[in-house]
């Protein structure tokens, strides 16, 4: 009955529209309507773009033209060698790369191996106490930070991992709670019959986390990668307080003495060196996007 | 010692025991994490808090002291505490309601959405000391890009970063341009809406405002109450923007919580006394967590509550 009702009305609509007069028919209302919604974003977008190009702008001036006004913004002459002078003239970049390539790359495997097991855990072994630790891992993710952050500190310094790599390096091997959560909700969507199928062909318990739920996660997987490739890349807070040694600092806080020291004098060299620190996140970011995107929108429902 | 070797194989276990063991091994990592990066970490720092350590020499229980002064005695505290919650309100309020309308937006079946969606995102990937150097750069009054379109449109610009009425605004206005994350998270809920409803609405004669209010509000409402939260928790601890931009500058117009609770453990190493700062933090945001769940029963629609 009620659906013999909204067909005759969705039937009458259409008849309705197929005799209307021109402006509103719909082709023409759909073009009105797709540049109504153009000439509300095209603005913004470009709005949003607009402290890039002028980073790159500036990266590319002469000291002279820095403070000419009205600014412009196709530097002429173009100064490529900005990057190199920048990378080379007052600080060892090459080393802060090297270091920032060390700790990131080693926290993201850390991180993979330890959160992908103990999100196994708890998506698909049966233990008493699980739901308890299972709240424990939520309960984490609502702790700030700076309340765990002097302790340690304390902790790491009677260690004598002070002014190491260690104190930034060892912790993402005991797991992250964000990223556990994220991996547990994927891994419970992932079908059980394919883990009792590959059990009844003999696979242990370790075997099925490595040919069956692993090799399935991928999109998960890769979202964790991003994740935190680009948070480390960009960690401040944990190397400025652990590290003191030019040639031990990472690129974030290497650039930061570069501001402080030399900022003020060379805004062009300043603008490309920044320019290069953010350049490895922009390739993450444009080469994982797909699944990036993805992961956040996991995440955001399932939260 | 065999027994041991035995009982790790798992021989003379029953399956349950077995899976039993089998998870506190897959777990092991995170539990032993939990007890010494966290747990006792934050035990830890709640003793330190009735200390005066410095974490050098002196160490005295002084009971609740450094809670004392720092209610009764510390300026410092109070301005912190004011100007976290001036930027937490600025941010999270015009960034909230600013991600709703972009996710909107993005919502809309356009070709090349899929690009702009990109460009949006992008920026609130992008985070730490660089970008916090390109905005320095950006609000240079003399010949900065803001001052620069203002003067466009025939505004004079501010001082920005130099000017202790503009300097927090600023801070506001950079985590504006992040909220590109916020915006994901919204438009997968939005695209989580059954178009059913839509419908059904339509045929009830709604027009597209009741469309928003009756239909799209409520079935966002716990992305909405997600994204606020986290938002809230986030802007809390703001800190490499300030480090790097301001130092707490100029006056105290940005000196935020977490800068302060840095300067005092790291630049004068009152340890004990950063320890009760950071656990005021601490409870300041579980209360202001709670009182959002509370809160949000008034308006927050979750759609199992009706069968």
Partial sequence: ?303 | MRRLLALLRGEGLSLEQREEIEFYIAIAPWLIGLILFTGGPIIASLLMSFTNWTGLTTLNWVGLANYKKLFIKDRLFWIALKNTFYYSFGSVSLGVIGALLLAILMNQKVPGIEIFRTIFYLPSVTSGVAVAIMWIWIFNPQVGLINYLLSLIGIKGPGWLTSQQWAMPALIIMSLWGIGGNMIILLAGLQGIPESLYEAARIDGANKWHEFRHVTLPMLSPVLFFVIIISMIGSFQIFTNVYVMTRGGPGTATLVYVYYLYQNAFEYLKMGYAAALAWILFIVILTLTWLQFKASTKWVYYESMIG
Avoid at chain 1, 281 to 299: E, S, Y
């Fill in chain 1, 1 to 303: 009955m009620g659906q013999t009702l909204v067909s005759e009305t969705l039937g009458r609509e259409r008849r309705y529209i197929a005799a209307a007069p021109w402006y509103r028919r719909r082709t023409v209302r759909r073009i009105v309507y797709m540049v109504f919604i153009y000439v509300i974003i095209l603005p913004g977008a470009f709005l949003f773009c607009l402290p890039f190009l002028w980073m790159l702008s500036t990266s590319l001036k002469d000291p002279k033209q820095i403070f000419v006004y009205p600014p412009q913004w196709i530097p002429n002459p173009i100064r490529w060698q900005n990057f190199i002078e920048g990378w080379t003239k007052y600080l060892p970049f090459n080393i802060f790369l090297r270091n920032s390539l060390i700790i990131t790359i080693g926290n993201v495997l850390g991180n993979l191996f330890s959160c992908s097991l103990t999100a196994y855990g708890f998506a698909r072994l049966r233990a008493r106490g699980k739901e308890v630790l299972f709240l424990l891992v939520l309960a984490t993710m609502m702790v700030p930070q700076e309340v765990t952050l002097i302790p340690q500190y304390v902790l790491f310094t009677k260690l004598g991992w002070n002014n190491t790599f260690l104190p930034l390096m060892v912790p993402p091997w005991f797991g992250w709670p964000f990223f556990i959560f994220l991996l547990r909700q994927f891994f419970m969507t992932l079908p059980r019959d394919l883990d009792d199928a590959a059990r009844i062909d003999g696979a242990s318990t370790w075997g099925i986390l490595f040919r069956i739920i692993l090799p399935l996660s991928k999109p998960a997987l890769a979202t964790v990668t991003i994740f935190a490739f680009i948070g480390n890349w960009n960690n401040f807070l944990g190397p400025l307080i652990y590290l003191r040694d030019t040639e031990k600092l990472t690129l974030a806080v290497g650039l930061q003495q570069f501001r402080g020291a030399f900022g003020y004098v060379d805004f062009h060299l300043m603008m490309a060196v920044s320019l290069l620190v953010l350049l490895p996140v922009l390739i993450v970011f444009f080469v994982g996007q797909r699944t990036f995107v993805k992961g956040i929108a996991l995440t955001g429902i399932k939260g």
